[in-house]
């Protein structure tokens, strides 16, 4: 496996809170960083992989896994945890970058996957992974799961959430909309969904395969609390979840846009994304493109940031 072009900060389960909302932000958009750099690495041990839908959800991943789960790294199986189910299998290099990042894997263990014997199979099996909580790759079931996660959980008085992370592709699938109405009909508020709008699936863009927009509006039409985010924008998606935590008496869904490949604009615009074939060459420079482009928006936001306190001075 290759390393990184450069030092990055060191991976870890949340120990302390960050000193302020920019701190807190900054050190997401690290770890959206590491684990996107996890599944390049992961993903050149094989050549090819679904790693351009890892690059499109690793800022999800990493507000989800650092900043809203309430769980345990050194325990996956702490009965109170908050659960992340993953029902597209084919995202798992994105949740073992997002588990190695969290400090449930060990970062070496990520060279082994996909291969013979290893834990990480390129499809999620929940009886081989720590932190796999179901087994995907069927698509349209994890809902279900999630429904009846979350009926247990109340039932037995656990204060514990249950989420599942689907694709728009899952919205083809008649057993999403099932639960989707089970889910509300149960007011099931400890559930949420959180919709990974890519606009692809693996027979094409989403809107010419099956037509599924306004997704929001489908949403709250099945009785769920509906909220529409930028996927990649990091301070975005904290508002969202922050505003999502208060949320009673209905399940609620994050429907969250992203783009296939986002960091490493080589990957962000080629063709058949879905599975992408990657020359041995490229994955240096995807690398490199990676480290560039998240340096260039970390003193983009540094130089907003400078300017809206010059503003604020200004004022006062
Ligand atoms: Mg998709």
């Known amino acids: 496996m290759a390393s990184s072009a450069t030092t990055t900060p060191a991976a870890g389960p949340r120990t302390a809170p960050p000193a302020s909302h920019a701190e807190r932000l900054r050190a997401l958009r690290e770890s959206a960083y590491r684990i996107r750099t996890h599944a390049l690495n992961m993903a050149e041990v094989q050549g090819q992989g679904y790693v351009g839908q890892a690059l499109g959800v690793a800022d999800v991943l990493a507000v989800v896994y650092k900043d809203v789960l309430n769980h345990r790294p050194e ?37 082994t996957y996909g291969s013979d014997g290893s834990r990480l199979p390129m499809s999620g099996m929940a009886t081989y992974t720590p932190g796999m909580e179901i087994s995907g790759g069927s698509l349209g079931h994890g809902l279900g799961i999630a429904a009846g996660l979350g009926l247990g959980l109340r039932h037995q008085g656990s204060r514990a959430h249950v989420y599942n992370l689907l694709s728009d592709g899952e919205l083809d699938e008649g057993s999403t909309w099932e639960a989707a109405l089970a889910c509300a009909h149960h007011g099931l508020d400890n559930v949420t969904a959180i919709v990974d709008v890519n606009a692809l699936q693996a027979d094409g863009p989403t809107n010419g395969v099956l037509r599924t927009e306004p997704v929001t509006d489908k949403w709250k039409a099945f009785g769920w609390h509906a909220v529409r985010v930028d996927g990649n924008d990091v301070d975005a998606l904290v508002a969202a979840f922050d505003s999502l935590r208060t949320h009673r008496g209905s399940p609620s869904v994050l429907v969250c846009d992203t783009r296939v490949g986002r960091g490493v604009p080589m990957l962000e615009t080629r063709e058949k994304a879905h599975f992408l074939r990657v020359e041995e060459h490229e994955w240096q420079i995807a690398r490199d493109q990676l480290t560039e482009r998240c340096h260039a928006e970390c003193a983009d936001r540094h130089a907003d940031r400078n300017a809206a306190t010059a503003d604020e001075e200004h004022t006062v």
């Open 75 to 111: 325990d996956p199986e702490w009965p109170g945890r908050d659960r992340l189910l993953l029902s597209i299998g084919h995202y798992a290099i994105a949740l073992y970058a997002a588990l190695a990042e969290a400090g449930v894997l060990d970062t070496a263990e990520l060279e």
